[in-house]
C-alpha cells in the first residue's frame, strides 16, 4: 500500500487524548485504562475510524481499541474525534505483528475490517487471516478467540474461510451480501464506497472452540 504522507501526522496522532502511549506498558493492564472490566473489542487496520467511532457510540457497554499502522490514515480518526467525548474507545498506533508486545488475554473480539488482500500467493502470510496472524492473536484473546471479517475482496474471503477452518475455528455467521441481511452493521468509508458502487460485502463471524 502506497499512502501520501500528511505532514504533521504522527504529532496530531500522538497528541490524540484517545491514543494510548507505549501500549507495551500496559500489558495486562487494560481494564484500568478503560476503568471497568467490560469486554474489548479491537479492529485491527481501523482506517478512518468511521467503524469503530460509531461501534463506540453505540455501545457503552463495551470498550474499544483501534489500530492502525499508518499515522496519515489514523490522523483523519483523530480530526474527527477532535470535538467527541467517548469514554471506552482508544487508538494505538502500531502494527499488529507487535501484538503480543501489547496485549496479554485482555481481548474479547478482532474487527478485520476490509484489510489488505495480498493477492499474490508469495504475500499470503501477510494477509490478516494467515496462520502467522491466527498464531498472534492466540495470546491476546481472554477467552475463546472471535474473529469478525469483513471484505469486498471474494478472493481474500475464500482464502480467510480456509485460513480460519484449518487453525481451528468454526465459521458461525457467513454472508455473500452483507447488505442485505438483517443485523447490525456499522459501515466503513471503503464499506460506504464500494456499496455505493453496487459491490457485494462479505462477512464472516469466527470462534475457534
Same mark, same amino acid.
Given at each position: 500500500?502506497?499512502l501520501?504522507?500528511v ?9 490524540? @487524548? ?5 501500549p507495551?506498558s500496559h500489558k495486562g ?5 478503560f476503568?471497568?472490566?467490560?469486554p474489548?473489542?479491537l479492529e ?14 453505540n455501545?457503552?457497554?463495551n ?20 470535538c ?6 482508544r ?6 505483528e507487535?501484538? %503480543?508486545e501489547?496485549f496479554?488475554?485482555?481481548?474479547d ?11 499474490k500467493?508469495?504475500?499470503? @502470510?501477510?494477509?490478516?487471516t494467515?496462520?502467522?496472524f491466527?498464531n498472534i492473536?492466540?495470546?491476546?484473546? @481472554? /477467552? @475463546?478467540?472471535h ?5 469486498? %475482496? ?6 480467510s474461510i480456509v485460513?480460519?477452518s484449518?487453525? /481451528?475455528y468454526?465459521?458461525? %455467521? ?5 447488505h442485505?441481511?438483517d443485523?447490525?452493521?456499522f459501515?466503513?468509508e471503503?464499506?460506504?464506497k464500494f456499496?455505493s458502487?453496487?459491490?457485494k460485502?462479505n462477512?464472516?463471524?469466527a470462534?475457534k472452540?
Amino acid at each position: 500500500m502506497r499512502l501520501r504522507r500528511v505532514k504533521n501526522a504522527l504529532e496530531t496522532v500522538e497528541n490524540s @487524548k484517545y491514543i494510548i502511549l507505549k501500549p507495551e506498558s500496559h500489558k495486562g493492564k487494560f481494564n484500568e485504562i478503560f476503568g471497568n472490566n467490560n469486554p474489548i473489542y479491537l479492529e485491527i487496520g481501523m482506517g478512518k475510524g468511521d467503524f469503530i467511532i460509531q461501534n463506540a457510540i453505540n455501545h457503552p457497554e463495551n470498550n474499544y481499541i483501534g489500530l492502525e499502522k499508518y499515522e496519515s490514515v489514523q490522523m483523519r480518526a483523530v480530526q474527527k474525534l477532535e470535538c467527541l467525548d467517548i469514554p471506552n474507545l482508544r487508538l494505538i498506533h502500531m502494527d499488529a505483528e507487535n501484538l %503480543n508486545e501489547v496485549f496479554d488475554k485482555e481481548i474479547d473480539t478482532i474487527f478485520l475490517n476490509f484489510s489488505d488482500p495480498w493477492p499474490k500467493n508469495r504475500h499470503a @502470510k501477510r494477509r490478516l487471516t494467515s496462520s502467522f496472524f491466527l498464531n498472534i492473536y492466540d495470546s491476546t484473546f @481472554k /477467552g @475463546k478467540p472471535h474473529i469478525i471479517q469483513k471484505t469486498d %475482496n471474494i478472493g481474500l474471503f475464500a482464502s480467510s474461510i480456509v485460513s480460519l477452518s484449518e487453525y /481451528g475455528y468454526t465459521i458461525h %455467521n457467513c454472508s455473500l451480501d452483507l447488505h442485505n441481511e438483517d443485523m447490525e452493521n456499522f459501515e466503513t468509508e471503503y464499506e460506504h464506497k464500494f456499496s455505493s458502487k453496487g459491490q457485494k460485502i462479505n462477512y464472516l463471524d469466527a470462534v475457534k472452540e
